[in-house]
């Protein structure tokens, strides 16, 4: 009578294990099926905009780097739906991997750019042209001659995974430098960060009291609150997914059963509403 007990009981925790993993699996689905959607119309639509301005200042060439960022993110996206709705990977390993890097590069190359944004708007220092083409430029040398070819190299190559699936690589955070490479990329995305919010909190507070009740007239309050916005945009999208990633490698040896991974699909997902931010901005919301 026990032993049944005990197998109704396993049988009854499995079914609510597989229901709470397929509630998770929509959610993923539905998520990168709004952020493809709203990416690609915000990145088509912030293109035209730029077009039709033809500005070439040192913000439009940050902005136009973000696009670019974007769009090879969203082009992703339709290989990880195919997996997710299909459940099975038919692209091959190559492309299993160079989707799976894609959406860590985003995250921090998106963040980078973010990054820049604020410090020229917080500093008044002249940026020339120049100078901005050319770090922008190095930013993306280092991407794809160092970053890209050295993540693919290593990335998902230290075990051997079936070629039907993806995005299985969560087996090889247990390896000593995957463990130090992640507590040191969240390590410094978090400090730079809170560093940053403190110093544009501070200042959109000393610009309220100075130009208090008129503040929205001045254009230097409008632009510190639109810094703000991609402080925002970084606090929603990118500090779940590192705050979990703490939390999911220090545990990941407990989770026998994978009951963390949607989990952790579900924080990877969210990086990528990101994309949203030009959407964003053309429908006026941080414009």
């Known amino acids: 009578m026990s032993n049944s007990c005990i197998t109704q009981q396993n049988h009854s925790s499995n079914d609510t294990l597989l229901d709470t993993s397929e509630k998770l699996h929509t959610v993923l689905i539905v998520l990168y099926i709004i952020n493809f959607v709203g990416g690609t119309l915000g990145v088509i639509m912030m293109s035209n905009q730029l077009f039709q301005r033809r500005s070439q200042s040192v913000m ?12 090879f993110m969203l082009l ?9 709705i299909l459940h099975e990977w038919k692209f091959g390993r190559f492309a299993c991997r160079l989707a799976s890097a894609i959406i860590y590069l985003h995250m921090y190359i998106t963040f ?23 770090w922008v430029g190095a930013v993306w040398l280092t991407g794809a001659l160092v970053i ?3 993540l693919l190299s ?14 299985q690589f969560h087996r090889e955070i247990q390896e000593p430098h995957m463990v130090i490479s992640n507590y ?12 940053l ?26 632009a510190q609150a639109k ?20 939390y999911y490698i220090q545990n990941y040896h407990f989770d026998k059963d994978n009951k963390l991974l949607p989990y952790n699909e579900i924080f990877l997902a969210l990086t990528t509403m990101c994309c949203l931010d030009m959407l964003c901005f053309i429908a006026g919301i941080a414009h």
Not at 227 to 246: A, E
């Open 76 to 84: 992703s996206i339709p290989f990880r739906l195919s997996y997710y």
């Open 148 to 150: 890209t070819p050295v």
């Open 112 to 134: 980078m750019f973010y990054v820049a944004i604020i410090i020229i708007r917080l500093f008044p220092l002249k940026f020339r042209k120049c100078y901005t083409t050319a």
């Open 184 to 195: 040191c990329l969240i390590g410094i995305l978090v400090a730079v960060l809170a560093v």
């Open 154 to 167: 290593y990335y998902g190559t230290s075990r051997t995974y079936s070629s039907s699936e993806c995005f």
């Open 227 to 246: 810094s703000f916005f991609f402080i925002l945009v970084t606090l929603v999208c990118f500090m779940p997914h590192n705050v979990f990633r703490v």
């Open 197 to 222: 919010t403190v110093i544009q909190m501070t200042v959109i507070c000393r610009l309220a009291v100075k130009y208090w009740p008129d503040i929205n007239s001045h254009v230097e309050f409008r």
């Open 60 to 71: 439009t060439i940050i902005i136009i780097s973000l696009l670019v960022v974007h769009t």
